[in-house]
């Protein structure tokens, strides 16, 4: 099969195109014929090496993508060839007390496609029968390569761990994100009044369009200060954070008193000095999120697309694989961007 593959860690201009051998599968495991996959920001930590451990090479990356199953093992049940899917990337032993007690991702065996196993960036994938799951009627398969792990980490997020109930106040950051796109429209589920930032004028209109209520340009105003004049100083029921370094304090600030605070993904860096009294004396919560449950995705999945949608940026040519990889580390896009696979 074809796939796209680097032999060295380092940035995206490693990317190659060759050959690999199509997937062999277990009773247990469906091959899916990859139609498009979409990128994260998780895709390029592990490509320059920043896992927190060895992954070998060469390696076919990415986690997300959509597809139609090609092949079934003798024990798959719950779809058949031909079937329009989703790739979910999260995959568990399936058999221990965490993934009994829906907790997969809390599973010690937990890992996302992509970082570990080869990922979805070629012509196939296999994965466990319980990592696909029909592809919502009504939606491209463009649209349903870009939903698994932004909307899955949002929903974790926002619902199972921000505890978000009616009429809450969210604040969200980096709304043209794919993570922040997701996050606004599940807000809004909720008819939370949704504030979240961007660093672009001409994201502004885009965030509202999808839900957002306020959306401060972080590089021109400073987002506690706003968040005080927007609240009136009642601050945030749930607070967002997938910034890192460069905003945690703030948005521990943007907290109210017994807010939840969420964590993942730390792309302004990962180390933060927190003032433990601020956390306590406001009756904080911080929650770290790695990825969610597939549970949660088995749920949020029937509300597409009526009352979700993925927001897709752009969409790119399997040979022009670096050239969407540029674009996503320039900021300069608004929802996910897919690269098509056939
Ligand atoms: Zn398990």
Avoid at 129 to 142: A, D, H, I, Q, R
Wanted: charged fraction near 25%.
């Amino acid at each position: 099969m074809k796939a796209l593959y680097y032999e060295n860690y380092g940035d995206f201009q490693n990317i190659k195109i060759g050959e690999f051998p199509t997937p062999e599968i277990e009773e247990n495991e469906v091959l899916v014929r990859v139609k498009a996959f979409s990128l994260n920001h998780l895709d390029v930590w592990v490509m320059e090496g920043k896992m927190p451990f060895d992954i070998s090479l060469p390696k076919i990356f990415a986690s997300d993508a959509s597809g139609v199953v090609e092949k079934v093992g003798k024990l798959v049940k719950n779809v058949k060839i031909g079937d329009e899917v989703i790739v979910y990337p999260g995959i568990s032993c399936g058999y221990c007390e965490k993934c009994l007690s829906g907790k997969d991702n809390e599973c010690n065996q937990f890992r996302v496609l992509g970082v570990i196993d080869n990922g979805v960036s070629a012509e196939y994938v296999k994965v466990p029968f319980t990592n696909v799951f029909k592809k919502p009627e009504g939606l491209s398969f463009e649209e349903a390569s870009g939903i698994g792990i932004t909307y899955t980490t949002m929903w974790h997020s926002v619902v199972s761990r921000g505890k978000i109930k009616q009429g809450d106040t969210v604040f969200i950051h980096g709304g043209g994100s794919g993570v922040g796109t997701a996050g606004i429209q599940i807000a809004k589920l909720f008819n939370a009044k949704v504030i979240t930032t961007v660093g672009d004028d001409w994201k502004i209109e885009k965030a509202r369009e999808i839900g957002a209520d306020y959306v401060i340009n972080y590089k021109k105003e400073n987002f506690v200060e706003r968040v005080q004049e927007i609240t009136n100083n009642e601050m945030c029921d749930v607070v967002v954070d997938h910034i890192g370094a460069e905003t945690f304090n703030g948005s521990l600030a943007c907290g109210k008193k017994g807010a939840n605070i969420i964590t993942f993904g730390t792309t302004t860096g990962a180390e933060v000095n927190i003032n433990l009294r601020a956390v306590f004396g406001k009756n904080q919560t911080i929650h770290g999120v790695y990825m969610g449950t597939k549970g949660e995705v088995s749920h949020y999945l029937k509300l597409f697309p009526d009352k979700l949608k993925t927001i897709v940026d752009s969409v790119f040519k399997f040979e022009d694989v670096k050239l969407a990889y540029e674009k996503l580390l320039s900021r300069q896009f608004f929802g996910k961007i897919v690269v098509k696979v056939d």
